[in-house]
């Protein structure tokens, strides 16, 4: 999988310009794991949103 990969690709070559293309593509690939994860605690977060919220916050009326 590879999100807007080339893209992606350009960006990290316009911010990283000193970096080899070796070093780019661990940080591409870092990058998407990092979005992935995202994607999966929205998911989680959906799914227990009601419960959670409860146990998390404390509700007081002002």
């Not at 949103?49 to 146990?55: M, N, S």
């Amino acid at each position: 999988m590879g999100y807007r990969k080339s893209v992606v690709r350009h960006n990290l070559k316009l911010a990283f310009p000193e970096k080899s293309e070796a070093e780019r593509l661990i940080i591409e690939k870092k990058s998407y794991h990092h979005l992935c994860d995202i994607f999966m605690e929205m998911i989680k977060t959906m799914r227990n949103a009601d419960k959670e919220i409860q146990e998390r916050f404390k509700f007081v009326k002002v």
